[in-house]
């Protein structure tokens, strides 16, 4: 029996084969087909029940085992998922082309788009019909039969490569392994950083410590250790995954996407990519994005000069180096920091026990939201480092299912993210409640300590708990606008403004608790790390909005005459970094985010939101970081809502006005 077929609300994690998954995607297809064919093949006059409504629900089978698939194909891979995912990406994109290049359906979406009257639907449901018309538009509804099925053979081809990507960059990620042998090399790391490497080599066998590009691994490597012939050995590493010119090299892979994104744009009527991604965007249009990053640039690059020259005089001071490498930035930023604000990491962490910071996300949405989340130990999961959540409301009505994975292992990419199992939606008078992920790499706990996280960390795991929280609070009626179904830079505006409350002294009294003495943080320590917030804000700042421009450079062009990757990469950032250039490593063929993942013409978006982030919490700020009242402004307006209304309309009823960049250079003491 193939446990995917079957009905099932919790994901059957433990049941589910590998083999399950190509032949339950092939029926879950067959029958998506069948649903559009109902519709299509419907006498009566198209209406929007009948057709738009319609169409929003079909596929739900389909989404439920992808959403499985895929998820782990990022959480939990390995060769036989990898080659599975190799099959069904083709096959997916020719369900969709299937779907928006059908004749027959669109026809009945454009009369109900032409004909029914408009006043008559609610906010929703324009929305619905407006995304839906728009969406075949996009997509080539009104293309010709020959263009059509170029636009097929397009997305077909984007599929595999992003796959391919994908696969390079963890399979370099994976296999890079750094041995110390000498003790005495690792100067500088903490016992901490020092019995994890011990631990990850003895588990590959291998005696002394071992160091790998996991990011726990990578950063604890280049942020505390002296030893600056190791910090650069694995700097130069990290910046050479899939830059090798071998068989796991991305430079093609690199060059053939950005071509196809342009031939599909330019086939559907648009300039250039980033025109038809920006098209359905708040920026609305390149100009508008790149005139928001050059002019961020003009404010912040004068003030990061003067903060790179500051630590690199400091840098000179204490070590007599040359000048301020790539490799040094991380160290001497973190000695620095530690010199002008007596501040220490390593004095932190103690306070920020994994288990206490999740409880503290728990805590704060508890006051803001009257969210309540109970550990549940009858929830299948794809891994023994995942636990599960029950999420209930003041009312003890069950909101959502909340999985939570922290820890590095081989077959996880690095980063963080936020994903769905199941998404919210009504139906049949039923309010499905959606099923959420949240996916970290933290430091594992060791023999004598738990997971203890960084203070950036403490950050990530309350950025990803923002995303969760769009999620878990969705409440529309269609899946397609349910929670982070919003625009791209739209999407970051939940995950950045809860990071805020990691700052606020009432908020870090909740669960910034010393793992050993049970102490709660003192307001010293917490001043420390308010006073250290913007430091090197300016320098943080223009590497952001350096790769949001090579990111905006790679699709607002035709890229036929680019032939290298590493010069338009270089060409792009001249102006735009503080180190030297080093010839041996490239970002473009490790950027997941714009050649794997959604954020290809939108890396901008974090930078967008944080203007959205900062003017809103200014207004937290004004009430009070636990004020019910803007509380429940704020997940009526922003965080149920999904996508069903224009996200400047959502904001401005939350608000009262439109956000200002003021909030943000204040924040960050730019001005």
């Keep these: 029996m ?28 067959k029958e998506l087909k069948s649903e559009i064919d109902i519709i299509t093949d419907n006498k009566s006059k198209s209406t929007f029940i009948n057709t738009i409504e319609a169409l929003d629900y079909t596929g739900i089978k389909l989404d439920r085992i992808t959403s499985i698939f895929f998820n782990l194909n990022s959480a939990e891979t390995n060769k036989e998922i990898q080659k599975i995912a190799i099959e069904i990406s083709p096959k997916l994109s020719e369900l969709k082309n299937y779907i928006l290049l059908n004749n027959k359906l669109f026809n009945k979406i454009n009369f109900v788009y032409n004909t029914i009257n408009k006043s008559s639907l609610s906010t929703e449901k324009s929305t619905l019909l407006n995304n839906t018309y728009k969406s075949f538009l996009r997509n080539g509804a009104n293309l010709s039969a020959e263009k059509k099925n170029k636009l097929r053979g397009i997305d077909i081809k984007l599929s595999k490569l992003s ?39 003895e588990s590959k066998n291998k005696k002394g410590w071992l160091f790998t590009l996991d990011y726990p691994s990578y950063s604890a490597l280049v942020t505390y250790c002296k030893n600056r012939l190791l910090r650069k050995e694995i700097t130069i590493a990290f910046g050479q995954r899939a830059f090798k010119n071998n068989e796991f090299d991305n430079q093609k892979i690199v060059i053939e996407i950005v071509n196809l994104r342009y031939a599909k744009a330019t086939l559907l009527g648009y300039l250039s ?23 961020l640039v003009r404010k912040v690059k004068p003030v990061a000069i003067k903060e790179f020259k500051v630590l690199e005089g400091y840098a000179k001071s204490i070590d007599k180096i040359e000048s301020l490498e790539k490799w040094d ?23 920020f026990s994994l288990k206490n910071v999740l409880q503290g996300a728990f805590t704060v949405s508890n006051k803001l939201y009257g969210l309540n989340f109970s550990e549940v130990l009858n929830v299948e999961t794809y891994s023994e480092e995942v636990n599960t959540y029950e999420v209930t409301d003041d009312k003890n ?44 790499n933290f430091t594992k706990p060791t023999k004598n300590k738990p997971s203890l996280l960084t203070f950036d960390e403490v950050t990530t795991l309350f950025h990803e708990f923002g995303h969760a929280l769009h999620g878990i609070l969705a409440n529309t009626t269609f899946k397609s606008l349910s ?34 003495t049970k102490e709660v943080i003192s307001i010293e320590l917490i001043k420390k790390i308010k006073n250290s917030a913007n430091y090197n804000q300016a320098t943080q700042t223009l590497r952001q909005l350096s790769i949001g421009i090579l990111d905006m450079n790679w699709h607002n062009t035709n890229p036929e005459k680019i032939k290298d990757v590493k010069k338009y990469e270089s060409k792009v950032l001249e102006n735009l970094t503080l180190t030297k250039e080093i010839d041996e490593v490239c970002m473009s063929t490790g950027f997941s985010h714009i050649f794997q993942g959604g954020y290809s013409a939108g890396y901008y978006s974090y930078k967008w939101a944080e203007v959205l982030d900062a003017d809103a919490f200014e207004y937290f700020k004004e009430e009070g970081i636990f ?15 999904g996508g069903t209304e224009d996200p400047m309309d959502l904001y401005i009823k939350f608000r009262g006005r439109k956000p200002t960049i003021d909030a943000l250079l204040k924040r960050s003491q730019i001005l």
Aim: contains cysteine; charged residues 30%.
């Design 2 to 29: 193939n446990i995917l077929l079957t009905k099932f609300d919790y994901a059957p994690f433990k049941q589910i084969k590998n083999s399950d998954y190509l032949s339950s995607i092939k029926i879950a297809i």
């Design 627 to 641: 004020n019910k009242k803007i509380a429940s402004k704020f997940k009526n307006n922003i965080l149920s809502k």
């Design 273 to 295: 990519y980033s025109e038809y991604i920006l098209e359905e965007r708040m920026a609305k249009s390149t100009k508008n994005v790149m005139d928001f990053l050059e002019g």
């Design 397 to 440: 009505n069950f909101i959502a299912l909340l999985y939570t994975d922290f820890h590095p292992r081989e077959g996880k990419r690095g980063g963080a993210w936020m994903t769905s199992y199941k998404p919210q939606y009504k139906h049949k008078n039923t309010n499905e409640r959606p099923h959420i992920s949240i996916v970290c």
């Design 163 to 201: 796959l391919d990507f994908g696969q390079n960059l963890l399979k370099e990620t994976n296999d890079f392994e750094l041995l110390v042998k000498d003790i005495k090399k690792l100067d500088g790391l903490s016992e901490d950083h020092i019995e994890a490497a011990k631990i990850l080599a």
């Design 483 to 516: 929670g982070t179904n919003v625009s791209w830079d739209f999407v970051e505006l939940p995950s950045q403004i809860f990071e805020n409350w990691c700052y606020e002294e009432k908020a870090l009294n909740l669960f910034a608790v010393h793992y050993k």
């Design 329 to 351: 930035t991380a160290f001497y930023s973190e000695m620095y920091k530690k010199y002008k604000f007596n501040i220490d990491q390593e004095e932190l962490k103690p306070y």
